[in-house]
Nanobody, 122 residues
Framework: QVRLVDSGGGWVQSGGSLRLSCAAFGSAFRWLASAWFRQAPGKEREFVALIGWNADAPVYAESVNGRFTISRDNTKNTMWLQMNTLKPEDTATYYC???????????????WGQGTQVTVAS
């Protein structure tokens, strides 16, 4: 079993930066692919970024590519999402997730954080 706790959200002006963290509890995390998803009010949850279990092969949604960076450190059982040049359309609740499958599809993710709110003011 793996438990995920995400944090680091907050309020920021457009153009600003935030760094989200996802702390994993459970040794199995180091063998799982991990990702960030987000859900804006009134919208479906969408994929943001994905990274392999060995901290390799990052993949990004087109809307965040070049602005966001996903990373992880298995010695610390932690994953991060560095978000730069934030835009109002990035406002959402962000969720970390982990899966035995390396995929952008949210339905394959067995483990989820509780979510952390990011608000970008224009």
């Amino acid at each position: 079993q793996v438990r995920l706790v995400d944090s680091g959200g907050g309020w920021v002006q457009s153009g600003g930066s935030l760094r989200l963290s996802c702390a994993a509890f459970g040794s199995a995390f180091r063998w799982l692919a991990s990702a960030w998803f987000r859900q804006a009010p009134g919208k479906e949850r969408e994929f943001v970024a994905l990274i392999g279990w060995n901290a390799d092969a990052p993949v990004y949604a087109e809307s965040v590519n070049g602005r966001f960076t996903i990373s992880r450190d298995n010695t610390k059982n932690t994953m991060w999402l560095q978000m730069n040049t934030l835009k109002p359309e990035d406002t959402a609740t962000y969720y970390c997730a982990a899966s035995g499958q390396y995929s952008v599809r949210e339905d394959v993710y067995e483990y989820w954080g509780q979510g952390t709110q990011v608000t970008v003011a224009s």
